[in-house]
């Protein structure tokens, strides 16, 4: 079990630091300290509260569900990319979804709703993971066959469907950590950004090749 947990060990490091981190500022923090460097609010742009909300939750509920999404998606992108990468991944994926959310939801929308937890870094890793490993997830070194494509996309359809509903879900965020990968795209050499492009391909013809079957077993 050790050896299954730290077989990826940034993507293991950072959900024990996440962890870490929401058990310190919970408890241990006082709340000017959380609101000058980890809390967002819609209108507001300061990078390091966009990259500090990622390592504080509303609760421990909601850091369980995005350490589950790290740990696994995270796992993919640190096999296909390793680890500056992954962290490349992470940290721009934490900044584009926090400026997008607090610009539509600030700006365009006059909401005032704070923004925590990591799920828009962990949207650009999982965007990462569908382009790069659509269809397979690794596991003591060896891929087993897993639809990585179809839960990132699941997630994307999760998010604009319920873009304006009062769920207290960040989906603006959410979304901003998928479009994160177009910027990251820009620090990356050809090969890569290649392979991002052939994985986007194959993700588009999959979902498209999806919404047929299920047209075709709705219709029957």
């Not at 077989?7 to 000017?32: D, K, M, R």
């Not at 995005?66 to 096999?79: D, P, T």
């Not at 620090?187 to 994985?199: A, D, V, W």
């Amino acid at each position: 079990m050790r050896a299954y947990l730290l077989e990826f060990p940034l993507t293991a490091f950072f959900v024990g630091l996440i962890s870490i981190s929401q058990f310190v500022l919970y408890f241990l923090v006082p709340e000017e300290i959380l609101d000058a460097f980890f809390i967002s609010r819609p209108g507001e742009f300061y990078p390091w509260k966009w990259v500090g909300m990622a390592f504080l939750h509303a609760d421990f509920m909601h850091l369980f569900w995005n350490m589950i999404f790290l740990f696994f998606l995270g796992r993919i992108v640190e096999y296909k990319v390793g680890r500056s990468k992954w962290l490349l991944f992470f940290f721009m994926g934490a900044i584009v979804s926090g400026g997008l959310d607090s610009f539509v939801r600030g700006v365009i929308l006059g909401e005032h709703q704070p923004a925590i937890g990591a799920s828009g870094a962990v949207s650009g890793l999982a965007a990462v993971a569908a382009l790069l490993s659509p269809f397979s997830i690794r596991v003591k070194k060896r891929n087993y066959p897993f639809p990585v494509f179809a839960v990132a996309w699941l997630m994307v359809y999760s998010d604009i469907t319920n873009l304006f509903s009062k769920d207290q879900v960040a989906h603006w965020a959410h979304l901003g950590g998928f479009l994160s990968v177009v910027f990251a795209a820009y620090f990356l050499n050809n090969k890569i950004r290649r392979e991002l492009h052939t994985g986007f391909v194959l993700n588009v013809v999959f979902v498209i090749l999806l919404l047929i079957l299920g047209f075709f077993v709705g219709a029957r």
